[in-house]
């Protein structure tokens, strides 16, 4: 850009921007001239730093208005690229005059240049002076707008931008005034900038300010101008060594000041004041990466800086702690914006690893702080990321933590290992921690220390080769012989068992031979460590299924356990929970490779039935609530893929629990909770329907549904769930309407809860036409029971005498359960069957229901168990009190429904069981009155019938 030779103050900054430097229209012969005083602020303020405060690592931008944002490194290479190629003529020289400090300057006369660099050191001088006395008195410097030659007080941001703008006239006229000595003519300026190790402590550790340039802190303008000059200087004398190292000593001694008063968790620090003196680093980077002092990189010059420093034994974190922050700027690209670390544009293909271990090695060998040891290991991953593999580093590490994989330091929450599921799920946790390179450890550490050993182990292995991760695997397996795994205690063999879990979950290739290493290793475990090795044995298994990998090479040992206990009667606490460990496995399969045969049925116990007979209530109710689980989403699902590992777990599972389900539901179960028998029956019916086994199936319902002794709650929970399956199927039902109709009348009978869907198929179809949704909420069972019976007398009844009387054989069944057991404890039982026994015979015409020499008919159940014939002792006086008096109250319905009945006295069936009844009267369980009550004068009439 050509410069106005009516101006009088510097042109604007090539090196923000781009200014002249990039525009086409300039040729690089064209003069210097004076530019107005009239500049803008925005466009003095070009030629410092932006602040944007303290470093965080949630924010990881520079300041729009900084330094690196405006292409500051593209005009720098462009800078040096040029020089010596641009001078300018002798007669104009002469002509070219500057206004700098508030006077016109030929800057092409060396002694003139000297005064303005004088006049520089000056302004510097006073931004100290107004600094050093706000640190004094703690109070600001007043502002005045006086010259500093007369005294008084200038705003330290103008000084400061007076000062960099003179700066930056330099560094853009480099080729200009190549014949200057600068070494000799900025000589003072620099012995008066002096090192950072003569600053007061405020200085050392200011952090910057958010507000940017609008803090009136002398003392943030006097730490920002340091860094200004020193990037104009070190430009100008084009990196030489001195001038580069007196730099990067600076850099590293205010950093290492700040790691001497960090408290806590070193790796949350951050070793840049600033976000200034981080841009810095990160513009330093770049050019020492294109230009190559010496020949060396970026890294050779960061260690050679290092080793300068005066470090003690304590002090070897520093460098790791440095180094690893320095390695994150490569996350920047030469425009000062962020990209991403995978794009190998941007990673360096040098390292320093051998620096790195030989620090790594001593400091191990002295420290013994759990947090630092951690802060180091967050410190190796920003290496690996910018680096790549290094197997000597996993070594080292390897070697340090292996002595202490048997210590119990640190571990505050065994959770995580409580089950295979959960420990698969820490081990996830684990893996995935490693590809998110700015995410802190989290979880693993909060349970276990040695868990950045194994985290930093993941990302090491994550990004080795085939080669190295052979070599790598090779490593840590060496170590973990037999008599070492012998001596581990739980803490040791958690650790070890989460090491391989984590290799085999990231191998790409080799997971199952990790898992095989695993199993093998195990095996040499202590037997007292039994349920931390069928833990370990369950995730592993979990995690082949989950990576699709057939089991069948590893399952051997862990079901050798499980049987071994499962066939065991007397059992030990942590036998049963070795159990609960293996029926979670079990209980996850669904989620886990479904649709594949990968050997799922060599992990059902061949001792599953003992188990269920002698585990006890509690533990019957889980394992079966598991296997219905199992059922439920996996075996009974429909399969995208045909598979036989299904139908062969199902029909195992069927096998190993049938008899028992047989034997127990029968009778009355010693278990609060019985949902889980007939959820699990209904599995075992859908699965034998689902196989067009129709006769088991029925077999099933028979059992289940209809069976007198099944206990009524299996009965109606198995009847809702069968019925709510199939009905909301597509599939044909499987029953005829006579059972359905069976099952239904037996819930009504015991006082159950009635399915409103099968109430329905019962019931509407069996109605007129307008009155299809009769049955369209849930009614009360003497209501539907009564509804029944109206349809049974009706003329629109299509049952026969015979279908009626097994239709209601579940009642006669009922009523002589009923009468045997007595249920003393259960008198809501007992009214329900004799209530609803005393409404069917009330309301269905006893001729309908009655059928003639069949002692099998539910009407011959109803009167002898009600009704029992006797010689001397009458048999109520063994019936339950309850029982006794709710029968007294029916007594009189019976006799009403015998002797309304065609030709009963050419019925000796039932003449004998009137007879009965007044036996029961005469003898005082019932009065005649109680039987002439709706029927004045029948009792004697009957009598002299009868004799």
Same mark, same amino acid.
């Given at each position: 850009?050509?410069?106005?030779?009516?101006?009088?103050?510097?042109?604007?900054?090539?090196?923000?921007?781009?200014?002249?430097?990039?525009?086409?229209?300039?040729?690089?012969? %064209?003069?210097?001239?004076?530019?107005?005083?009239?500049?803008? &602020?925005?466009?003095?303020?070009?030629?410092?730093?932006?602040?944007?405060?303290?470093?965080?690592?949630?924010?990881?931008?520079?300041?729009?208005?900084?330094?690196?944002?405006?292409?500051?490194?593209?005009?720098?290479?462009?800078?040096?690229?040029?020089?010596?190629?641009?001078?300018?003529?002798?007669?104009?020289?002469?002509?070219?005059?500057?206004?700098?400090?508030?006077?016109?300057?030929?800057?092409?006369?060396?002694?003139?240049? #000297?005064?303005?660099?004088?006049?520089?050191?000056?302004?510097?001088?006073?931004?100290?002076?107004?600094?050093?006395?706000?640190? %004094?008195?703690?109070?600001?410097?007043?502002?005045?707008?006086?010259?500093?030659?007369?005294?008084?007080?200038?705003?330290?941001?103008?000084?400061?931008?007076?000062? !960099?703008?003179?700066?930056?006239?330099?560094?853009?006229?480099?080729?200009?005034?190549?014949?200057?000595?600068?070494?000799?003519?900025?000589?003072?300026?620099?012995?008066?900038?002096?090192?950072?190790?003569?600053?007061?402590?405020?200085?050392?550790?200011?952090?910057?300010?958010?507000?940017?340039?609008?803090?009136?802190?002398?003392?943030?303008?006097?730490?920002?101008?340091?860094?200004?000059?020193?990037?104009?200087?070190?430009?100008?004398?084009?990196?030489?060594?001195?001038?580069?190292?007196?730099?990067?000593?600076?850099?590293?001694?205010?950093?290492?000041?700040?790691?001497? %008063?960090?408290?806590?968790?070193?790796?949350?620090?951050?070793?840049?004041?600033?976000?200034?003196?981080?841009?810095?680093?990160?513009?330093?980077?770049?050019?020492?990466?294109?230009?190559?002092?010496?020949?060396?990189?970026?890294?050779?010059?960061? %260690?050679?800086?290092?080793?300068?420093?005066?470090?003690?034994?304590?002090?070897?974190?520093?460098?790791?702690?440095?180094?690893?922050?320095?390695?994150?700027?490569?996350?920047?690209?030469?425009?000062?914006?962020?990209?991403?670390?995978?794009?190998?544009?941007?990673?360096?293909?040098?390292?320093?690893?051998?620096?790195?271990?030989?620090?790594?090695?001593?400091?191990?060998?002295?420290?013994?702080?759990?947090?630092?040891?951690?802060?180091?290991?967050?410190?190796?991953?920003?290496?690996?990321?910018?680096?790549?593999?290094?197997?000597?580093?996993?070594?080292?590490?390897?070697?340090?933590?292996?002595?202490?994989?048997?210590?119990?330091?640190?571990?505050?929450?065994?959770?995580?290992?409580?089950?295979?599921?959960?420990?698969?799920?820490?081990?996830?946790?684990?893996?995935?921690?490693?590809?998110?390179?700015?995410?802190?450890?989290?979880?693993?550490?909060?349970?276990?220390?040695?868990?950045?050993?194994?985290?930093?182990?993941?990302?090491?292995? /994550?990004?080795?080769?085939?080669?190295?991760?052979?070599?790598?695997?090779?490593?840590?397996?060496?170590?973990?012989?037999?008599?070492?795994?012998?001596?581990?205690?739980?803490?040791?063999?958690?650790?070890?068992?989460?090491?391989?879990?984590?290799?085999?979950?990231?191998?790409?290739?080799?997971?199952?031979?990790?898992?095989?290493?695993?199993?093998?290793?195990?095996?040499?475990?202590?037997?007292?460590?039994?349920?931390?090795?069928?833990?370990?044995?369950?995730?592993?298994?979990?995690?082949?299924?989950?990576?699709?990998?057939?089991?069948?090479?590893?399952?051997?040992?862990?079901?050798?356990?499980?049987?071994?206990?499962?066939?065991?009667?007397?059992?030990?606490?942590?036998?049963?929970?070795?159990?609960?460990?293996?029926?979670?496995?079990?209980?996850?399969?669904?989620?886990?490779?479904?649709?594949?045969?990968?050997?799922?049925?060599?992990?059902?116990?061949?001792?599953?039935?003992?188990?269920?007979?002698?585990?006890?209530?509690?533990?019957?109710?889980?394992?079966?609530?598991?296997?219905?689980?199992?059922?439920?989403?996996?075996?009974?699902?429909?399969?995208?893929?045909?598979?036989?590992?299904?139908?062969?777990?199902?029909?195992?599972?069927?096998?190993?629990?049938?008899?028992?389900?047989?034997?127990?539901?029968?009778?009355?179960?010693?278990?609060?909770?019985?949902?889980?028998?007939?959820?699990?029956?209904?599995?075992?019916?859908?699965?034998?329907?689902?196989?067009?086994?129709?006769?088991?199936?029925?077999?099933?319902?028979?059992?289940?549904?209809?069976?007198?002794?099944?206990?009524?709650?299996?009965?109606?929970?198995?009847?809702?769930?069968?019925?709510?399956?199939?009905?909301?199927?597509?599939?044909?039902?499987?029953?005829?309407?006579?059972?359905?109709?069976?099952?239904?009348?037996?819930?009504?009978?015991?006082?159950?809860?009635?399915?409103?869907?099968?109430?329905?198929?019962?019931?509407?179809?069996?109605?007129?036409? &307008?009155?299809?949704?009769?049955?369209?909420?849930?009614?009360?069972?003497?209501?539907?029971?009564?509804?029944?019976?109206?349809?049974?007398?009706?003329?629109?009844?299509?049952?026969?005498?015979?279908?009626?009387?097994?239709?209601?054989?579940?009642?006669?069944?009922?009523?002589?359960?009923?009468?045997? #057991?007595?249920?003393?404890?259960?008198?809501?039982?007992?009214?329900?069957?004799?209530?609803?026994?005393?409404?069917?015979?009330?309301?269905?015409?006893?001729?309908?229901?009655?059928?003639?020499? /069949?002692?099998?008919?539910?009407?011959?159940?109803?009167?002898?168990?009600?009704?029992?014939?006797?010689?001397?002792?009458?048999?109520?006086? #063994?019936? !339950?009190?309850?029982?006794?008096?709710?029968?007294?109250?029916?007594?009189?319905?019976?006799?009403? /429904?015998?002797?309304?009945?065609?030709?009963?006295?050419?019925?000796?069936?039932?003449?004998?069981?009137?007879?009965?009844?007044?036996?029961?009267?005469?003898?005082?369980?019932?009065?005649?009155?109680?039987?002439? &009550?709706?029927?004045?004068?029948?009792?004697?009439?009957?009598?002299?019938?009868?004799?």
């Amino acid at each position: 850009m050509e410069i106005d030779s009516q101006n009088l103050t510097p042109p604007g900054s090539p090196i923000l921007g781009y200014s002249g430097i990039r525009d086409s229209k300039v040729s690089s012969n %064209t003069p210097r001239k004076l530019c107005q005083e009239s500049e803008s &602020e925005s466009n003095v303020s070009f030629f410092t730093f932006s602040c944007k405060g303290p470093v965080y690592s949630q924010d990881k931008t520079f300041s729009p208005h900084g330094f690196f944002r405006r292409n500051e490194i593209n005009t720098v290479l462009q800078i040096f690229n040029s020089l010596g190629n641009d001078f300018l003529m002798e007669d104009e020289e002469a002509k070219t005059i500057y206004k700098f400090f508030g006077f016109d300057f030929h800057v092409t006369e060396i002694k003139e240049m #000297k005064i303005l660099i004088q006049m520089c050191r000056n302004r510097i001088y006073s931004i100290e002076n107004l600094a050093w006395r706000t640190i %004094t008195f703690k109070f600001s410097i007043p502002i005045a707008s006086r010259s500093i030659d007369d005294g008084r007080y200038h705003n330290p941001l103008q000084l400061r931008q007076e000062i !960099s703008s003179f700066l930056n006239f330099l560094v853009k006229n480099l080729n200009g005034y190549m014949k200057f000595d600068y070494q000799d003519l900025l000589a003072g300026l620099i012995r008066s900038l002096g090192t950072t190790k003569q600053w007061s402590s405020s200085l050392l550790h200011h952090c910057g300010s958010k507000t940017d340039n609008q803090c009136t802190s002398p003392e943030y303008h006097l730490f920002h101008l340091n860094w200004e000059i020193r990037w104009f200087l070190l430009i100008i004398f084009r990196m030489k060594d001195s001038m580069l190292n007196w730099i990067l000593d600076d850099l590293f001694h205010i950093a290492y000041m700040k790691f001497r %008063t960090t408290d806590g968790n070193l790796a949350e620090k951050s070793p840049f004041n600033c976000y200034c003196i981080k841009e810095f680093w990160a513009m330093l980077r770049i050019l020492i990466e294109e230009i190559k002092p010496n020949g060396n990189c970026f890294w050779d010059v960061v %260690t050679l800086g290092i080793s300068r420093l005066e470090l003690n034994q304590t002090d070897l974190l520093f460098p790791l702690w440095m180094m690893s922050h320095l390695a994150e700027l490569w996350d920047y690209d030469i425009t000062g914006e962020q990209c991403s670390s995978e794009s190998s544009q941007f990673i360096t293909k040098t390292n320093c690893y051998e620096f790195i271990n030989n620090i790594l090695k001593d400091w191990l060998s002295t420290n013994t702080n759990i947090q630092k040891v951690i802060d180091v290991h967050s410190f190796l991953q920003k290496f690996i990321t910018c680096w790549g593999f290094d197997l000597t580093l996993i070594v080292t590490l390897w070697s340090h933590w292996f002595q202490r994989i048997d210590k119990g330091f640190e571990v505050r929450n065994l959770d995580p290992y409580s089950s295979a599921t959960k420990w698969l799920r820490f081990v996830t946790i684990i893996c995935e921690k490693r590809r998110r390179r700015d995410d802190t450890i989290g979880d693993p550490l909060s349970t276990d220390s040695f868990f950045a050993f194994v985290t930093l182990l993941i990302q090491s292995a /994550s990004v080795a080769s085939m080669k190295d991760w052979r070599k790598l695997t090779s490593s840590i397996c060496s170590r973990m012989s037999q008599k070492t795994v012998e001596s581990l205690s739980e803490n040791g063999l958690t650790r070890m068992v989460t090491i391989f879990l984590c290799m085999a979950t990231i191998a790409k290739n080799d997971s199952l031979d990790m898992c095989e290493r695993l199993d093998e290793t195990l095996h040499y475990a202590k037997e007292s460590l039994r349920l931390t090795k069928v833990r370990g044995r369950c995730a592993m298994v979990l995690l082949l299924l989950q990576k699709s990998i057939d089991i069948s090479s590893v399952y051997g040992h862990l079901m050798r356990t499980v049987d071994e206990v499962m066939g065991t009667i007397h059992r030990s606490p942590a036998e049963r929970d070795q159990i609960m460990v293996y029926l979670d496995l079990i209980e996850n399969l669904p989620k886990v490779s479904p649709d594949l045969n990968l050997g799922q049925s060599n992990l059902i116990s061949v001792n599953l039935t003992p188990w269920l007979a002698s585990c006890g209530p509690n533990y019957v109710t889980r394992t079966l609530r598991i296997l219905h689980i199992l059922f439920h989403t996996w075996l009974l699902a429909p399969e995208t893929i045909p598979t036989t590992e299904k139908s062969r777990v199902a029909k195992i599972l069927q096998e190993k629990t049938e008899q028992f389900l047989q034997q127990t539901v029968v009778g009355s179960l010693d278990c609060s909770d019985v949902t889980p028998f007939a959820e699990f029956a209904v599995d075992l019916t859908l699965f034998q329907k689902s196989n067009r086994n129709i006769s088991a199936a029925n077999k099933f319902f028979q059992l289940f549904a209809l069976t007198p002794r099944t206990v009524p709650k299996v009965s109606e929970i198995y009847i809702d769930r069968l019925i709510s399956n199939q009905l909301d199927s597509s599939d044909n039902f499987f029953l005829s309407e006579i059972p359905l109709t069976q099952c239904w009348i037996r819930l009504i009978i015991l006082g159950c809860e009635v399915p409103l869907k099968l109430s329905q198929k019962i019931l509407n179809p069996h109605t007129e036409s &307008e009155n299809l949704n009769i049955i369209s909420t849930t009614l009360k069972n003497d209501v539907l029971l009564k509804r029944f019976c109206e349809f049974v007398n009706s003329s629109e009844c299509f049952w026969t005498k015979s279908q009626l009387g097994e239709i209601l054989n579940p009642v006669g069944a009922a009523v002589k359960v009923t009468v045997e #057991k007595g249920y003393d404890r259960d008198l809501m039982l007992v009214d329900s069957v004799v209530n609803s026994t005393n409404l069917i015979l009330k309301t269905i015409i006893f001729d309908k229901i009655y059928i003639r020499n /069949s002692q099998s008919s539910f009407v011959h159940l109803i009167l002898e168990s009600f009704v029992p014939s006797f010689l001397g002792k009458p048999p109520w006086e #063994k019936m !339950s009190i309850g029982l006794v008096k709710t029968l007294k109250n029916f007594l009189h319905q019976i006799f009403i /429904s015998i002797i309304k009945t065609a030709n009963w006295l050419q019925d000796p069936f039932l003449k004998r069981k009137l007879c009965d009844i007044f036996r029961f009267a005469f003898l005082g369980y019932i009065t005649t009155g109680e039987l002439e &009550e709706d029927n004045p004068g029948l009792v004697s009439t009957v009598i002299l019938i009868i004799h």
